[in-house]
């Protein structure tokens, strides 16, 4: 017999030994990429701070009571009650149903954006990568000089130009975001279109768009459904960051990034922390929530895995 | 003579974790190499026998171990037994490349692309000998022109993708017999290479048998090759070494139901178009779900109620062993 | 060679008159290769100027008749997977033609080279390729079903009923279930796999196949089931294979006439038999030395080659085979064979080599 020094992974062994000896382990029916999600314990973490966060913005009519936009000069500034689980604002207004219905908007520019954006770039990405030709080199040259602009100076820019506005804002962000899904989309396709069943399509002669988006597409999706999750978390920080510098969206609407406004000032900071410390929380929830949940689709996706 | 015998293999069996789940790899697998022989491990994909290879090197992947068996190398220093060594150890390292050494099939990725050639075979002197440098690289030219390279001065600079395909096998082989190991382990190192340049390869590995003494296990899926260059051959199915013998042993009297029906499935060269091709019916189970005894059974023409369980290990010459319960019926 | 009309290069819908001047042929021609070339330009530099170019096939004339099974035999870098895909306008030859004379155009010689994308779509029926690798032949994502209704709804197969029924009758003669249409590849052996691929070749009833070393990646005991299936396929279709493979001892069984290519030419073409008995190029005599053969009798004198198979972007001079050939003189060096046929009372035996001549 083999001297056998104890460790975790050899009892792990022994125990899968001794199950499959007696036949307890048959091959899993269903999809094995949904078996690793669920396994994976920090993903379904994320999944589920995700859900509550979302739903409780969603249905916040139901909810809350406060009207998120009504300003009660006499009860400004009170701290978190069981009234006002959030305390009141410098104006009056609820701050939880503020949040609450900031989440709204703020879901809407993040999670909107990166789909529009994903929309735009795999489209491009698809067709430019399979293809090839001028179409592709057209957008590589776009893409790129897009990507070149920091952020920050591209929106101001655009600020400027176009005013300030939520439509706006999702505008801006499917502009500078549309560039990398639409890299990604064309790296995957540039190796994707050299495989087998691709040239059997092509000697059939099948159009190339049924080709790129009904036969290639599904194999490509992979990594791109980890990246517009990823692309969210990041749409829903610029968004933050930007309204936090009033270069957002306006004011009077209530985003995350509007709440957190009201911190610029030190004495808000320092004496009202109810009212940035609850918005800054569930910003980071949210966001670490995504990542959690773009990590275990990725590693889902990875076959050296123990899954 | 038991002086001949370099490593000794004995009821190997290594499993593999990979999935939440138990693959029976290598089910009990014994086998000597012998100093200035070749043994040649014959089977198809999926029968273990590279798993083998790497059982005997230490280097399984993670998820997985050696359950049971011994692996014993008959160093100068006395018999080491393989598998109870540490897998990340000092020990182990020490025998790889210095005594026992491995070439793989793909001579495209197994050298770094970022490194001359010379400072890869260096490296193996470097880590294993007391040479200094300048001898290192005395003895790396030597080694270059010895597999066949020409201008080994020039040529120990250039960098893997500056050489051919047949070229870079050949300075994995300069690599692997840099510190003169009494074992070269082959795992189907021409599969990936035509079959002018496959010539090229065995001819260079006969000679280096001849001159060293070292005993190599060629890895192959390919009964010509066996024909051409083994003195001793294991047939491996499932797990399984289902035949064992010499090389006369085994192709010309084939006993196992699987050795016969292989050999009969393959086209020989200058057999013409009217030679028999029959091929084997069914196809390779599934590895988590492998059948009660008799690997073979279910693809079997002699098959019995007997072959529900696993059948031993019959001597039919002092050199020739068959795993088989139906060796009367087949004769 | 038939008249080559200018009424070659019209699209389908003319009506194609009865084939005269048909010359004597023993079998009828299905496609004629002429002067076929295919180049790759090597663009190197920041400007990406054309330096060279990676010479893939040079200069092929092959005829291919009904029925046969061909075999293109040469090591890596030879240009015969190119040559096969090339045959299919896969990939569009630099220069040379490709003559189609087979059912659809009525016998009728038309240069495929000179088809656009959308003319070419009818005759891709006709042509079709099985490839070498199973892993990658099949889509993944989709069940055999979903993968192989697409090139039927292509060519005109609008219910989905009878489009299920097509393929279930497919995949009963490639020996399969037919329910296996609803699994995906992932179930599916390695051999099941291949005979999928050959199902799909078979789609919309061709007349040629290129098998792209369609056995090679297969276990040996698969091959045989694989080269059985292929063998009775064409007797039961009157297929005509195109058999690309590196594996000599394989094409002895299978193959009706052999050509062997090295560095983009055919340098010996002859019935199977013939080039086993009587080879007449070096080339061959030392590939075909070099095979090592599971049979303990027929230890082989091996030939060994020197060097290596030089570049495709540099072939040497003269002959491009002279500088390893163990036969070689100094003629060699300098004049280039070509292709010419010797007498030989087995059928036509074409040989490229100076000491033949």
Known sequence: ?307 | MVDDIALSVRDLKTYLYTNNRCNKAINGVSFNVLKGKTLCIVGESGCGKSITALSIMQLLPDLSRIEDGGITYFSEKGPMRLDQLPRKGVEIRKIRGAEIAMIFQDPMTALNPVFTVGYQIAESLRQHSVLNDKEIKLKVIDLLHTMGIPMPEVRMNEFPHQFSGGMRQRVMIAIAMSCNPKVLIADEPTTALDVTTQAQIFTLMDKLKQEHKTAIMLITHDMGVVAELADNVAVMYMGNIVEAGTVEDVLRRPKHPYTRALLASIPILGRGRQQNIKAIRGSTPDSYDRPKGCSFAPRCDYATQACDEMPDEIYISATHSVRCSQLEAIS | ?357
């Open chain 1, 1 to 307: 017999m083999i001297n056998r020094t104890e460790s975790a992974l050899n009892r792990k062994f022994d125990l899968l030994l001794a199950m499959e000896e007696a036949g307890k382990l048959k091959p899993r029916k269903g999809n094995r990429a949904m078996r690793k999600m669920f396994n994976n314990k920090l993903a379904l973490v994320g999944l589920v701070v995700f859900l509550i966060i979302t739903l409780s913005s969603v249905f916040a009519p139901f909810l809350v009571d406060h009207d998120p936009q009504k300003i009660d000069l006499r009860g400004m500034l009170q701290e978190p009650s069981s009234e006002h689980l959030f305390g009141t604002d410098k104006t009056g207004r609820d701050v939880f149903s503020r949040v609450l219905y900031g989440g709204r908007v703020s879901i809407l520019v993040g999670l909107g954006s990166a789909l529009i954006a994903a929309f735009i770039g795999v489209g491009i990405g698809s067709y430019a990568g399979y293809k090839g030709g001028w179409v592709d080199l057209l957008a590589l040259r776009m893409s790129e000089i897009l990507m070149a602009f920091p952020q920050i100076i591209l929106v101001l820019l655009l600020v400027s130009i176009v005013g300030q506005s939520l439509l706006n804002l999702i505008f801006i962000f499917v502009l500078t975001g549309w560039g990398p899904m639409y890299r990604l989309t064309r790296a995957q396709f540039l190796s994707l279109r050299e495989e087998e069943y691709v040239q059997a399509l092509r000697s059939f002669g099948l159009s190339t768009s049924v080709i790129c988006y009904k036969h290639i597409l599904p194999n490509a999706l992979g990594p791109i459904a980890v990246n517009i999750t990823l692309t969210t978390a990041m749409f829903i920080l610029a968004e933050a960051g930007l309204s936090f510098l009033g270069l957002g969206v306006p004011l009077n609407i209530p985003t995350w990034g509007n709440i957190l406004n009201v911190a610029q000032d030190l004495r808000v900071l320092q004496n009202y922390w109810w009212l940035w410390l609850p918005v800054g929380m569930v910003i980071s929830l949210f966001v670490m929530s995504i990542n959690f949940i773009g990590d275990g689709l990725r590693d889902s996706a990875d076959p050296t895995q123990q899954g």
């Open chain 3, 1 to 357: 060679m038939n008249n080559h009309t200018d009424n070659s290069n019209q699209l389908l819908g003319v009506e194609a008159k009865p084939n005269q001047a048909l010359p004597a042929d023993p079998n009828e021609k299905i496609l004629a290769l002429r002067d076929l070339k295919l180049f790759f330009p090597v663009k190197t530099g920041v400007f990406k100027k054309t330096t060279g170019h990676v010479k893939a096939v040079d200069g092929i004339d092959l005829d291919i008749y009904k029925g046969e099974v061909l075999g293109l035999v040469g090591e890596s870098g030879c240009g015969k997977t190119t040559l096969g895909k090339a045959i299919l306008q896969l990939i569009k030859p630099t220069s040379g033609a490709v003559y189609y004379q087979g059912s659809i155009t009525n016998q009728l010689p038309i240069d495929l080279c000179k088809l656009s994308r959308d003319e070419m779509i009818p005759f891709r029926k006709n042509l079709q390729i099985v490839f070498q690798d199973p892993h990658s032949s099949l889509n993944p994502a989709f069940t055999i079903f979903g993968s192989l209704e697409d090139p039927l709804k292509a060519h005109g197969f609008s219910k989905k009923a009878e489009r299920r029924r097509v393929i279930g009758d497919l995949l009963v003669s490639v020996n399969l279930h037919r329910e296996d249409m609803d699994r995906y590849p992932h179930e599916f052996s390695g051999g099941q796999r291949q005979r999928i691929g050959i199902a799909r070749a078979l789609l919309v009833n061709p007349e040629l196949v290129v098998c792209d070393e369609a056995v090679s990646a297969l276990d040996v005991s698969i091959q045989a089931q694989v080269l059985e299936l292929l063998l009775k396929l064409r007797a039961e279709r009157n297929l005509t294979y195109v058999f690309i493979t590196h594996d000599l001892s394989v094409t002895e069984y299978i193959c009706d006439r052999i050509a062997v290519m090295y560095l983009g030419k055919i340098v010996e073409l002859a019935n199977a038999d013939d080039l086993y008995s009587h080879t007449l190029h070096p080339y061959t005599e030392a590939l075909l030395s070099a095979i090592p053969i599971a049979d303990l009798d027929r230890r082989s004198h091996r030939i060994i080659l020197e060097g290596d198979v030089p570049s495709p972007l540099n072939p040497p001079s003269g002959c491009p085979f002279h500088p390893r050939c163990h036969k070689r003189i100094e003629r060699c060096k300098t004049e280039v064979p070509t292709l010419k046929a010797v007498r030989s009372d087995k059928g036509m035996h074409m040989v490229s080599c100076l000491l033949s001549e």
